[in-house]
């Protein structure tokens, strides 16, 4: 039986009869059902025979008998009353008449099959349809994207006379002139609309994620809004989807507060890395949990955007805690879409077309300039090195020179090595169903093209959900998600041969290609110039292949049981397959790539995940008291295998990866297989007084096989409360008011994200000379530990919730403390083992933050709506412990000058660690300088290192605006970061190494001369000739804040008319752009500050090397429905 929300509005649609088949087949295993004849009510006859038993248990009979369904207002209702009802073939209107007849309950039937139950003392005297009325009032409700709203509760205002509109939207009603008519409907904001002369009123409703009775999911279950004790983020496939993604999280950035998700890479493969609230871990992974329609998955990098319903962001300990063990970097729960109970099939499609290019790019050096940094650097050389050899600078070379020793090319490589990316996306849907089965069918095709070039991702996803309910206590359902995606990528790693290097790097002198067709190369020089070796980008990206598919099969099935009236047991599985092949050549012209003749890997790897997960629930509410609780038991394994073969020696480049055999200098196969398994008992309580006052309990206990014998077990518990203020009598009559809820939460979470056997020793094998023979050999190269535990955050969250003026102002804020313990680090052991360290459970880390969330509807007329929404967080990381003494660790990334980065009590994760940069020598300061082995023009530092700035930010936030007009909507969407900084490692090699290899613009223009000597950048030297002198130093780090036009689009919803003569329910053209623009500091040189990190660990954040330029995208689409 459905109940009523507060306000009296439908929880579930009318349905439509006399239904026009659209399509005669879906997936060619389903078909339509056909929908009975009009006058249901009038047709369908009843027979009762109950004695002694609840009106409640009278209605339960009803339905399950019969398509009707009965909606209600708790407060306003009581079933409780006994009674006895005997009737034979009697139709509805007799049967509830008998029944209602010595009670305070009165009805009215709505399209046949919905019946409202309401207090006698609100009906009016006279029926509704004979009040004497002046005009006839016709019209359709609609959603934003021209989609019909079945069940829309359409009241004149001040009396309880009123409609509901049909399947189609539509609804009749009498009412006067100076009627006001009241539309509502669960997820939409009130609309209220004068009558006046009107004989039709078309309506658009605004979806209200705000609404109290919103349900979302919590993990094992749903929960009303209003209930919720925790802090609980909601995203809809509209707001997920308001520009054009190529994955599930991009959606995602700037629309949570207190999630952060950094796009770390320009390349349509990239993955976006997203932090809740705060790193909290420093050698495990901070990833929070995806959880996709209640499974586990490692990650969402290829889930089709377009394919999710919604999804739930679970911050605070109050929500996550459910989750134990793996919820301590925040959970996601994504629910996809599936069928439709609406009695009709729809069929959708979505698409667009995409055109990327490069937002900006480097001030590098062009050709004349560069050629004058390489003399300048040969003729300081004796300065430098007075006893070696003095290079002569020449420009004879006539592959590269002119008779006049000109540059023949001054290629921007920049360019070359990128191109205007065009990348499309096609999404078609079917969905179908009714109460008893529906089915939902979705099949997509991208392909999505980076601005490198040849760097290219194609994926095709079909997905199909199958839900049934045969009987009213039984309901089964089964997904299924299919993925293959190819990808054309290039080597992402750090090596001077990476293409978003080289085209930084490469002397523009060279051309992409000779005119006998060969490419070029920086060896390529008969002059004395002693570059770096490295292949031109073009060359590298045109002629090696690095070849990816990724297959993955995802699903899971479930059977829900109705014990009793409130109680159901569920059971479901869930799997997750994934297997990927890598093909990878190299051909034998790429010097010092393919190491040498020809370099070919094949890999290969496949990961099988399933959890089978059981749980009773009950919800039950008595007069002013609503009960839920929840109890089950988990089982989740995963296996994980790979091979990997690699060879180098080809006598030509024809077999490349296909017949490895052919190398000359194969390398021995590479093998992996690992295991891992979790057990785990929850459960949850909660209840609610009045609407008014909510606690909500949960608990753990996982046991996981990642752990030392001793600490195989944990029990991770949580607690929230929660106070509706407005409902309490002194705000229960605000006219400005509508919401004041305060909630605060306390729990404990895990983290078990380590690699399997982290507690066990480890032995390596090798070879060993023994009596002059080299013989196999194996040798304990990591010591056990048996005590090894999950790392545990505990966490209080005080929120609160307002809205005010009819909820077109609404306010959420909470503040944070978290801390993580038994951080998982390596602590130091005594020589005499053998070992250095051994990993352990020693140090602690916290996150303290606000964050707080405003939305206003500024405007909200028929024709003109303007809402704005803002977030922003602020987040404190502060490292606690680091184990007995608190001794600083330099956990690297060590290059240059040892350990980039440290970690020491009091200051942030992601602490850049170097020289301060005091500016450079002058001649003035030859003594001084020599004392610390220096000569004027080179870099005047401090004698110690210290934290020159941290990687992680102390805001983020967004600022977004919505507008429509008539059938026009607009979005702009601004986002921000600060407090954060960034460190510009590609310094070393585009302004520390001058002469060897391209570089920036600065080194010409800002650097030292005996004219130029109040600067921060050295004096040009070649380093071949003369070495050079680069230390990670203030001089590399630049603020990190900056401000995005994130996305501006405008787009267009054809009206009723037009849709009907193109035989459309609904269609939508729009235009976006994404990255506009960023406004950044001066002192940044690369090209965008958006968060990168290096080797992806959380003491590497915003380290710059040379990035993937992101590209700022101009987008066409459209969606229709029919």
């Known amino acids: 039986m459905e109940k009523n929300n507060p306000n009296g509005m439908l929880l579930t649609h009318p349905i439509k009869n006399n239904l026009r088949a659209k399509l005669m087949v879906v997936l060619l295993l389903f078909s339509l059902f056909k929908m009975q004849a009009n006058s249901y009510a009038e047709n369908t006859k009843i027979s009762l025979k109950l004695e002694n038993v609840s009106l409640e248990e009278v209605l339960n009979k009803i339905e399950s008998d019969t398509e009707f369904r009965f909606l209600y207002r708790d407060k306003n209702i009581s079933l409780d009353e006994k009674v006895s009802i005997q009737v034979k073939n009697k139709t509805i209107d007799v049967v509830l008449n008998e029944l209602f007849k010595n009670s305070q309950i009165s009805y009215n039937i709505y399209n046949n099959r919905q019946i409202r139950l309401m207090p006698k003392k609100h009906i009016s005297a006279e029926p509704i349809d004979y009040v004497p009325v002046q005009n006839e009032v016709s019209g359709t409700v609609k959603d934003t994207d021209g989609t019909p709203i079945p069940g829309v509760s359409v009241v004149i205002k001040g009396t309880t006379k009123g409609v509901a509109t049909d399947f189609d939207g539509v609804f009749d009603i009498n009412a006067n002139s100076d009627d006001i008519l009241v539309f509502s409907s669960i997820g939409f904001a009130n609309y209220e609309v004068l009558v006046g002369n009107q004989s039709n009123i078309e309506v658009v409703m605004q979806a209200e994620a705000a609404s109290l009775d919103e349900v979302v999911v919590v993990g094992y279950g749903t929960q009303r809004k209003s209930d919720l004790t925790g802090a609980v983020g909601v995203l809809s496939n509209e707001d997920l989807l308001k520009a054009p993604v190529n994955n599930s999280l991009q959606g995602l950035q700037g629309k949570v507060a207190g999630v952060n998700v950094f796009l770390n890479s320009g390349s349509p493969s990239g993955e976006p890395k997203i932090v809740i609230r705060g790193v909290g871990t420093i050698n495990s992974s901070s990833n929070p949990l995806y959880v996709v329609d209640g499974v586990a998955m490692e990650d969402i990098k290829y889930l089709n955007p377009n394919d999710i319903e919604r999804m739930e962001v679970l911050k605070d300990a109050s929500s996550a805690a459910i ?42 050096l062009n050709a004349e300039e560069w050629l004058d940094v390489v003399r300048i650097g040969m003729e300081n050389t004796p300065k430098y090195r007075p006893d070696g050899p003095v290079p002569v600078f020449t420009t004879n070379d006539p592959r590269l020179f002119d008779s006049s020793g000109k540059p023949l090319y001054d290629t921007d490589w920049q360019d070359e090595a990128t191109r205007t990316a065009i990348s499309n996306n096609h999404q078609l849907s079917i969905q179908s169903g009714d109460d008893k089965s529906s089915i939902g069918a979705f099949l997509n095709y991208s392909h999505m093209e980076g601005i490198m070039l040849n760097n290219d991702v194609d994926r095709i996803s079909g997905k199909i959900a199958y839900d049934i309910n045969p009987k009213d206590w039984l309901s089964f359902g089964v997904n299924l998600l299919v993925n293959n995606v190819k990808e054309r990528e290039f080597e992402e790693g750090g090596g001077g041969q990476v293409p978003r290097r080289t085209m930084i790097e490469m002397p ?28 031109n980008p073009v060359h590298v990206l045109e002629t090696q292949e690095r070849l990816w598919e990724r297959n993955q099969i995802f699903g899971n099935a479930f059977a829900k049981f109705t014990i009793l009236p409130g109680l159901e047991f569920r059971t479901q599985f869930g799997f997750d397959k994934r297997i990927n092949n890598k093909q990878e050549y190299s051909p034998r012209d790429l010097v010092n790539i393919s190491a040498p003749n020809g370099f070919a890997r094949v890999y290969n790897s496949k990961s099988t995940y399933w959890q089978q997960e059981n749980y009773l629930t009950y919800q039950k509410e008595i007069d002013d008291h609503r009960f839920n609780g929840m109890l089950g038991l988990s089982w989740q394994e995963n296996m994980f295998e790979s091979s990997d073969i690699q060879a180098s020696g080809f006598s030509d480049d024809f077999f490349k990866y296909n017949n490895i055999g ?120 990591r010591l056990s530990n048996p005590d090894l535990e999950w790392e545990k955050t505990s966490q209080l969250d005080i929120g609160l919730d307002f809205g005010a003026f009819n909820n077109r102002l609404r306010f959420e804020f909470d503040y944070y403390y978290k801390e993580t313990t038994d951080l998982l680090l390596d602590r130091p052991v005594p020589y005499a083992t053998g070992f250095v360290s051994v990993r352990d459970n020693i140090g602690a880390v916290s996150n303290e933050g606000i964050e707080a969330m405003l939305v206003t509807q500024n405007i909200a007329n028929p024709d003109f709506n303007w809402q704005t929404s803002f977030n922003i967080n602020y987040n404190k990381n502060t490292i606690k412990s680091l184990g007995e003494n608190d001794e600083d660790i330099l956990p690297g990334p060590n290059w240059v000058s040892g350990s980039q980065t440290i970690l020491r009590v009091g200051e942030s994760l992601s602490s850049f660690w170097g020289y301060e940069r005091l500016g450079t020598w002058g001649t003035d ?3 001084e300088a020599a004392l610390v082995g220096a000569l004027p023009g080179e870099a005047k530092r401090s004698e110690e290192k210290k934290i020159l700035g941290k990687g992680l930010p102390d805001f983020t936030g967004s600022f977004s605006n919505t507008f429509n007009y008539k059938n026009f909507d607009f979005t702009a969407d601004i986002q921000f970061v600060g407090g954060v900084d960034i460190m510009q490692q590609f310094y070393h090699s585009t302004e520390d190494r ?106 590497g954040q915003n380290i710059f090397f040379f990035q993937y330029p992101k590209p700022r995208t101009f987008t066409l689409g459209c969606s229709l429905k029919f």
């Open 323 to 364: 989750y134990g063990a793996r919820g301590a970097n925040g959970v996601v729960l994504i629910t996809t879409k599936r069928g439709t109970q609406s009695g009709r099939m729809t069929i959708g499609y979505d698409g667009f077309i995409s055109v990327g290019q490069m937002q900006n790019k480097m001030d590098l």
């Open 508 to 535: 523009p002198i060279f051309p992409v290609k000779f005119p006998d067709g060969t490419y070029s190369g920086s060896f390529d020089i008969e002059d004395a110039y002693n570059l770096e070796a490295m292949a």
């Open 662 to 781: 052919a190398a000359s200098n194969p390398s021995a196969p590479v093998s992996n297989y690992n295991k891992w398994a979790l057990n785990s008992y929850f459960l949850r309580a909660g209840y609610t007084l009045k609407d008014k006052y909510m606690v909500t309990l949960t608990g753990r206990v996982d046991g996981s096989s990642r752990f030392g014998t001793n600490n195989k077990y944990g029990f991770f518990p949580s607690a929230g409360l929660g106070w509706m203020m407005s409902e309490e009598d002194f705000l229960a009559d605000s006219a400005i008011i509508n919401r004041l809820k305060l909630r605060a939460s306390y729990g404990i979470t895990g983290n078990t994200e380590i690699p399997a056997y982290s507690s066990l020793a480890t032995v390596s094998t090798g070879t060993i000379l023994l009596n002059g023979t080299r013989v196999a050999a194996s040798s304990v190269n």
């Open 925 to 927: 300061e030859a003594q």
């Open 994 to 1099: 001058s002469g060897i290899a391209n570089g920036l613009a600065t080194i010409l223009y800002d650097g030292w001369t005996e004219q130029n000597q109040n600067t921060m950048v050295q004096e040009i030297r070649n380093q071949s000739y003369a070495g050079q002198n680069s230390q990670v130093d203030s001089h590399w780090i630049a603020n990190g804040s900056y401000i995005r036009g994130n996305l501006f689009s405008l787009g267009y919803s054809f009206n009723e008319a037009a849709l009907e003569s193109m035989g459309l329910n609904n269609l939508r053209v729009y235009a976006s752009l994404e990255n506009a623009f960023v406004i950044h500091s001066k002192d940044f040189q690369g090209y965008d500050p958006e968060a990168t990190s290096w080797g992806g660990d959380q003491w």
